[in-house]
């Protein structure tokens, strides 16, 4: 018998034919928009797990690569203000070592802590430097200013001892800013040291504290008779002298002299310091005389200072003067000093420092008062003090310095870290083309073929399908 085929089924064949070749031909359509050969997991199942990975490590670089990128406002912000920095120290450097001139008046020295006073607040500003509301110098406390003046404290270092840092790479993390405390406040304790006004000297136990303390010894009173109907003046609540004393009266010579000092023409009635007259010795301790019952003569006598010595001001211990490691504490601030008073000749206040220990704002501040001369220092003596305030702020001006460096490193590797990952991510983007783009030329053939191969479907389907009922009737 012979088969002949039925109407459906040839309509199911042409169907069949039309269909396939016009899938063929979206699919090469859709390449050809989109310019990918995988569309859908399904269409390279292998390909699309492996642009999968591409993709995911694509989005690790450019999030490192964001990260790195909007580090470096901040840190060329950062670079630039402690360059600022760098150049407001220098200035208040040299405007200190002008104090150190003793020809200088008390108007010029107070000219001069004027303008260090704007030196201070400018460096106080750049320690505080600011971008989107964010502290640059304070660490991980971005919301607080990183050094704010604190009591009897002096500046304090309100931010967190570790700097910002970003990841750069998988489990790879780097710094981008420097903190506060290591670019101004830097702890590199070396020991203590006085400024040499009292003879008050270091103890024998270690001390505790950081910048600088002040050491009031006062004079409480002056025993022995000055001989040859001298008296004290005031009783000697005037005086300044610590411990023993020689004082020398030569009537012969008619000059006065305590210790090693210049000797001094003793005054006549009619001189305006007859009742009131001041002798030094060679350290600067002071004896008051009043000679109204002089008569002339000579003598030489021995006179003693008591006093006492206190850290805060407020709370004074007696000197015995034999104390080798007298232990002073100022409950204000915690700091402990030990002291030797064994060589104690005056009083006064002497000024510690606390080696190493100092921050710049706190070493400024310092020289300000110093050139103010609330102590009443002389020239000599406030150039002592000046000195040790500047090598506590060239310390911290080389840390700031070195803090420079630091910062030009970090931005240097943040560059080459944004070389390295564009390199890195040129190349994944280059596989991740060879992946899943589409060959154009070759999908152009392709969608030619379907189309001629749907044409000609079409038409062998029309040829097929004008069959009439007589074709069957035979």
Avoid at 393 to 398: A, L
């Amino acid at each position: 018998m012979t088969l002949r085929p039925t109407q459906s089924s040839i309509f199911s064949m042409v169907k069949s034919g039309i269909l396939r070749n016009q899938a063929r031909l979206l699919r090469a359509q859709e390449m050809l928009s989109s310019g990918k050969r995988i569309l859908r997991p399904s269409d390279d199942p292998y390909g699309a797990a492996k642009a999968l990975t591409l993709r995911g490590h694509l989005s690790a670089l450019e999030s490192y690569r964001s990260a790195a990128l909007g580090s470096q406002p901040a840190m060329q912000l950062a670079a630039s203000s402690l360059e600022q920095g760098s150049s407001i120290i220098g200035d208040a450097k040299s405007l200190i070592l002008q104090g150190l001139n003793g020809t200088l008046s008390a108007e010029d020295r107070t000219s001069l802590a004027m303008e260090l006073k704007i030196q201070l607040e400018q460096l106080l500003d750049v320690s505080n430097t600011t971008l989107g509301g964010e502290h640059l110098f304070a660490g991980s406390e971005v919301s607080g200013p990183a050094f704010a003046l604190s009591g009897g404290a002096g500046y304090v270092y309100q931010g967190s001892d570790g700097a910002p840092s970003i990841e750069i790479g998988k489990g790879v993390r780097t710094e981008t800013l420097v903190t506060g405390k290591e670019t101004f406040a830097k702890f590199e304790y070396s020991g203590i040291s006085f400024s040499g006004l009292t003879g008050v000297a270091r103890g024998v136990r270690a001390n505790e504290g950081t910048g600088f303390e002040y050491l009031t010894l006062r004079h409480d009173a002056t025993s022995g008779a000055p001989g040859a109907g001298v008296s004290l003046a005031n009783g000697g609540a005037d005086d300044t002298i610590l411990g023993s004393h020689t004082l020398t009266i030569d009537g012969v010579a008619g000059t006065v002299t305590l210790d090693g000092g210049g000797l001094l023409a003793i005054p006549q009635p009619g001189d305006p310091d007859f009742t009131n007259f001041v002798v030094t010795n060679e350290l600067g301790a002071e004896v008051h005389l009043d000679f109204t019952g002089y008569a002339g003569g000579s003598s030489t006598s021995t006179l003693d200072g008591q006093g006492s010595i206190s850290i805060d001001g407020l709370n004074f211990t007696a000197l015995t003067l034999t104390e080798t490691d007298l232990q002073l504490i100022n409950g204000s601030s915690g700091s402990v000093v030990h002291v030797d008073a064994t060589q104690v000749h005056r009083a006064g206040v002497e000024l510690v420092s606390f080696d190493g220990a100092a921050n710049v704002f706190d070493a400024v501040l310092g020289a300000i008062q110093d050139l103010e001369n609330g102590h009443d220092l002389d020239a000599d003596e406030m150039a002592a003090r000046l000195e040790m305030r500047l090598g506590e702020i060239d310390r911290n001006h080389n840390n700031l310095l070195r803090s420079v460096s630091i910062l030009g490193a970090r931005l240097g590797r943040i560059e080459s870290t944004l070389g390295k990952i564009d390199g890195v991510a040129t190349g994944l983007a280059s596989h991740l083309s060879q992946v899943e783009d589409a060959d154009l030329a070759s999908v152009v053939m392709d969608a030619s073929q379907a189309e001629q191969a749907m044409q000609i479907a079409q038409m062998a389907g029309s040829r097929l399908m004008q069959n009439t009922l007589l074709n069957f009737l035979r």
